[in-house]
């Protein structure tokens, strides 16, 4: 069954905007008619979402305390020259330098484990 970017939508609480923009710029299997109206095949979506979900689960990864993502190296990196600064009463932002480019990064850190 085809539905519309609308319909998809409400099913999955988000925007219709969100699918036109984001969903079909990205892959999501769909079909445009003449007029402009767009249709998206129900299974084919399903199976398109399982897939870039699993791929985004692929993704994730667990961080060392020395180690943060570097925007201009595009990976992770060991961070150098290390301080820490208290922002909220559970939350420290560690300050440093990445190891491979020396531009500034940081991260944030819970400040709850201070306490234990």
Known sequence: MEYKPAEIADELGISADTIRRNYLRNGCPHRRESSGAIWIHGKSFAAWAMEINELNKRKSFVLSDSQTWCVRCNH??????????????????IYGKCSVCGGKVNRLKSGKEDEK
């Open 76 to 93: 992770v990196v060991e961070m150098v020259d290390m301080h820490e600064r208290r922002i909220k009463q559970n939350l420290i932002m």
